[in-house]
Structures are given as C-alpha cells and as structure tokens.
C-alpha cells in the first residue's frame, strides 16, 4: 500500500506517463489519490492538481514551462540533439522510438529562455514520460548548455526536475553527465548567478546526487518522491518496510533538503517574487 | 577475459584494498577521521601521506579484507558523511596546496534508512560540484569496482586510471540485467552490453589511463603519479580547473 508507486522507477514504461495522457485525451478521470471524478477541463484549470484532495498529477515538461513563462516569450534551444544507441545496448533504439511517440519530445529534457514575471531566465524542464526522465548524453548535454548559456548572459536557472536517474542504456557515458551538468552549475553559480531547482515527483539517482541537488534555493511539489537509491531497492536491501511517508518531499523538508514544498498553483508568484529579490543591484527599481 | 570476469576479479576479497595501496605506495601515512558533522565513515580513510618527499592527500574506500573488516567497513559503501569526510580532506588540500590522490573500490554509496535522511545524493551532489573547481590536482584510480555515483563522488579528477581488472559501471551488472530480463542470474550478458572494463572505457574515453596489475603494480603505480603530478604541479590553477572541467565536458 504504501510503496505502490510506478514499479520501475528507471525505465517508467507507459505508467507515469498514462496518467498524462488520460487526462488530456478522456473527459473525465478519477483523481490518483481521492478517486473523484475530474474533467479534463477542470484539471487544466487547476494547473493538474485534485480541488478536493490537492494530490499533484505529473506533467509534461512542456506543460512545466507555459505554466511559468510569461505568455510568449518561451525560446527553446538545443530541440535537435537527438539520441543515438552509444554502446549498442540491447532494446535501446525501440525504447527511445517508444518514448519519443508517447512524449513526442526528442529526449528527456526541454530548455530554453523565457521571462518570468518580467525577468529573463534560462529554464529546463524534465520530461516524465520520456524513459521517465532518465538522464543520457544528450540531457546532460542540453542541461549543461543551458547553464553554459545563462553564465554568458549572467541570467538565474529554473529547473524542474523529474528523473529516475542515469540512462542505463547509456553506461558510463551517462554517470559522466552528473559530473558534466555538476561543473556548468559550479561555474554558473561562482559567478553569482541564481539557480532554483523545483523538485518534482520522483527525483531520484543520478539526478538528485547532481544537480537537483546543487541549487541555491531547492523546492518542492507536495508529496514528491525524493531520493538517491529508490525505495524498493533500499527495502531489498535492508530487508525491511520503509517508513510511511519516508523519503517523500515533507520528510526531506524536516531533513534539511529542501528549502520550502510550493503548490504548483503559488510557484509563479512564489519564483517571481524570488527573482525580484535576487534582481542585481543595477537592475533594482 | 570476459566482461564479467573482470567483474569477478574486480569484487575478489583477496584483492589489494585502498589501505593496501595507500601504505604500499606512500609512507608515513597519517588517518584523520570525521566530517565535523555527523560521524567518522569507516568505508572511507582518509588522510596525510608522502609520496617520495611530497606532500599528498590520499583518500580511499575501503572494503577491508576480513570477515570483521568488511563488516566493520560496511563493506565498501560509504554514507553520506563518508563523502562529506572526503570533502572536508579535499578542502583542507587546497588551502596547503597538497594534490589529491582517491582510490575508489566500492559497490556503490549505501542505500539505506540514514544514509537517505542524511542526504546521500545531496552528499555526492556537492563533492561532483566542488572536486570539479578544487584548485589543486586531482588523480582518481579505480582499484576494483567503481559502482556508479557512489564512484563518481570521488572520481571529478584531472585524470582517471584504473586497475586492468577493475570496472566501471551506471549499475551492477545484476541490477541491470534484473531490469533488462527480469533475470538477475544474466548478470554476464548485462556484463558485456554495459561496456565497464578498462579497455571499454578507454575506448569510450571516459578513463585516462589502465594500469597493468603485475607484481610491480604498487611500484609502477607509485612512479606513474610521480611523474603525472609533477606536470600537474606545474600548472596554475585556472588551467589545473580547465584542464579538469573540459575533460567531463567533452562526454
């Protein structure tokens, strides 16, 4: 009961996914959690949170951004990198053909600039439904570009993210994008450059032990899994039920994780007035 | 030898130990112990040691080689304050301008009730970030198994070398082939496809270096980071931090 999340938290075939898919395509769908009836129409409204029992639903990456962004002023960057089978790993070309069908994304992660709240930005966000947001070369590369790019124009990162971890179909290359994606945010931030990161549910793996974890103000969704190991592997590991509630986003902000969970209805209000107190003094009105 | 082979050879409880390098190639090596904010991680030593007349700072997970060793070292797998340990080792490098020298064997960081409530990615997270701009050299050396991120966390080095029979490796080759085909007992095959020898790795570009495991292993591992410190020695930091950050950019 307590751990009936998505089974296979590294390769999220079709589950978190579905839930997304459900919601844009039927008219109505029973909320996860409460079981009430919600229309698609409603659900937009509520920027896909339940109005009776405000359990989050996961959302597009695409979604993540027009949510945030200032109407219009979204440019994406990097769209064409697109990934290739490195290691000729077994399954990984039919994989990938699936996940950019069920996402209709290239990879795992969309980046750009936009203006949020009158102030630019660069922002990425992660795709859940693309191999459930599994970072490869080419997410580590997009992130890192995206770092590289706001360090040049001196601007803050927002990133929301959702991740199983590291591409296993990508071996090594994979576990070297956390060191990629560490060092961009390094210099990013050595400059005195803002970065938040929104955690969203599940953050787990490599990405948590990268840069989910290496912003200057970390945030969270209600009730988001955060994690380095996944929950089943740690109960297989110390052969014992895992705590309710246990490494979910209320527990990381007793922990110390997490600097505040933000409803996703207050998130723009919340980043744009973060923003504002971070405006460089040149900028101040 | 096959991929899983070397895996074998690379978990083999006979097999040399950070500790045995550490007091092979170095000597007068001083432990010190703790994060200063949380605990002494014993699948970590760290500490002071003279490579020839030099100054060093060598760090290195350990699996210890008995029954009560390995348990008392928890097997190779370090908890959060493990990484915070190194960290706090590293830091104190850079201010006397000591280089850096990490063996790495463990299976992976632990996965468990504290090491999550101590932030074991946030762990990791930091020392990625902080190895990465640490303005004095940095050689890693993989000595048996570099399970994934918990490998990584202290492997941001100017140059990576591993023994000719350890591995590298995203996931154990049990946990892959388990996601793969529901089939952990395919270990061997999932061996292979996840390209973690040093051959494959050095093909891929990922490692700098395979060092021959002969009887002059310790001898010519102790030469070989003589002679590459003294290049990284002679030079300043902003190329040291280049140096270190075009080589992960460029995977």
Partial sequence: MRFRKPKNTLEGQGKPASDINEMTEETTIPCVRCKKNLTSDELENEKYV?????????????????????AGTFVEFDNEL?????????????KLEAARLQSAETDSVVCGVCVIGGIKVAIFAMEPSFMMGSMGRVAGEKITRTFERALEENIPVIGFAVSGGARMQEGMVSLMQMAKTSGA????????????????????????????????????????????????VIEQTIRKKLPHGFQRAEFQLEHGF???????????????????????????? | MTAYERVTAARDKKRLTSLDMINGIFTDFLEMHGDRRFADDKAIVAGIAYLENMP???????????VRERSMRNFG???????????????????FKRPVICFIDTSGAYCGIGAEERGQG???????????????????????????????????????????????????????????????????EAAECLKLTAQDLMELKIIDKIIAETDLLIDGLRLQLITSLEQYNAMNTEELTTQRYDRFRSI
């Fill in chain 2, 122 to 188: 946030q762990a990791i997270a930091e020392n990625l970030m902080e190895m990465m701009t640490l303005k004095t050299p940095i050689i890693s050396v993989i000595i048996g198994e570099g399970g994934s991120g918990g490998a990584l966390g202290l492997a941001v080095a100017n140059e990576v070398w591993m023994l000719e029979n350890s591995t590298y490796s995203v996931i154990s080759p049990e946990g892959c082939a388990s996601i793969l085909w529901k089939d952990s007992t395919k270990a061997p």
């Fill in chain 1, 50 to 70: 339940c109005p009776y029992c405000r359990h989050h639903f996961k959302m597009n990456a695409r979604q993540r951004i027009h949510m945030l962004a200032d």
């Fill in chain 1, 82 to 94: 697109t990934p290739s089978n490195i290691l000729n790993f077994p399954e990984y070309d039919a």
């Fill in chain 2, 56 to 66: 060093v700072t060598v760090i290195g997970i350990e699996k210890g080689h008995t």
């Fill in chain 1, 185 to 232: 945010v390094k210099r990013h931030s050595d400059a005195g450059n803002l970065y938040i990161c929104i955690l969203t549910d599940p953050t787990t793996g490599g990405v948590t032990a990268s840069f989910a974890m290496e912003a200057d103000i970390i945030l969270s969704e209600p009730n988001a899994l955060i994690g380095f190991a996944g929950p089943r």
């Fill in chain 1, 258 to 285: 997490v600097d505040k969970i933000v409803f996703r209805k207050r998130q723009k209000a919340y980043l744009t007035q973060l923003l504002e107190m971070h405006k460089p003094l040149s900028l101040r009105a």
């Fill in chain 2, 77 to 95: 797998s370090s908890h959060p304050e493990g990484y915070r340990k190194a960290l706090r080792q590293m830091k104190l490098a850079e201010k």
